[in-house]
T-cell receptor, first 113, second 114 residues
Framework: DSGVTQTPKHLITATGQRVTLRCSPRSGDLSVYWYQQSLDQGLQFLIQ???????AKGNILERFSAQQFPDLHSELNLSSLELGDSALYFC????????????FGNGTRLTVT | SQELEQSPQSLIVQEGKNLTINCTSS?????LYWYKQKYGEGLIFLMMLQKGGEEKSHEKITAKLDEKKQQSSLHITASQPSHAGIYLCGAPGPHGGSQGNLIFGKGTKLSVKP
């Protein structure tokens, strides 16, 4: 168990809809990262938050947004969903320190129909 | 932009055999991470390498970073069914922030036949 909790585990929704994915980082970790894993694109970095502030952006679509709350949990919001957004979405957290490895949650599997 | 290429894409070995997975970067590596993923689950951190020529071991898994810091290898000795899964290499990406913003290879799927 990595200590990173993601909910829900599975999500099935229709095109055009909006969903929210939730992540609770490991106790003490200030950084939260969101990744998307799909068969064609592999594992791709979306966005990072550190102690409530956005720190870095990767290949995140404008239809997607995230935030990190004062209690350090994070939410990833996906809107105007398309079939191609179906993927496994991972949250990871890390301790302070440049060499700290990422600890991943078990992911949320999103299916858009 | 930097890319990580893993080889082979998949591997089937008999239990007890040794195997090697490679990760080659298009640019110099300033840190290389190895992770293992079981199907449909999260990634488990295995090892991190930083210095050219560095080698680390954990149980029966050894990872090396070459002197030129453009290639890493992961070697498993006397493989067991518990080693089965997808092995991914990751390296700091171009997005700034911290070293947690990684780019990943496409992964190597390992199956171990009992």
């Amino acid at each position: 168990d990595s200590g990173v909790t993601q909910t829900p585990k599975h999500l099935i929704t229709a095109t055009g809809q909006r969903v929210t994915l939730r992540c609770s980082p490991r106790s003490g970790d200030l950084s939260v990262y969101w990744y998307q894993q799909s068969l064609d694109q592999g594992l791709q970095f979306l966005i990072q938050y550190y102690n409530g502030e956005e720190r870095a952006k990767g290949n995140i679509l404008e239809r997607f947004s995230a935030q990190q709350f004062p209690d350090l949990h994070s939410e990833l919001n996906l809107s105007s969903l398309e079939l191609g957004d179906s993927a496994l979405y991972f949250c990871a957290s890390s301790a302070p320190g440049i060499n700290s490895p990422l600890h991943f949650g078990n992911g949320t599997r999103l299916t858009v129909t | 932009s930097q890319e990580l290429e893993q080889s082979p894409q998949s591997l089937i070995v008999q239990e007890g055999k040794n195997l090697t997975i490679n990760c080659t970067s298009s640019k110099t590596l300033y840190g290389l991470y190895w992770y293992k993923q079981k199907y449909g689950e999260g990634l488990i951190f295995l090892m991190m390498l930083q210095k050219g020529g560095e080698e680390k071991s954990h149980e029966k898994i050894t990872a090396k970073l070459d002197e030129k810091k453009q290639q890493s290898s992961l070697h498993i000795t006397a493989s067991q069914p518990s080693h089965a899964g997808i092995y991914l290499c990751g390296a700091p990406g171009p997005h700034g922030g911290s070293q947690g913003n990684l780019i990943f290879g496409k992964g190597t799927k390992l199956s171990v036949k009992p």
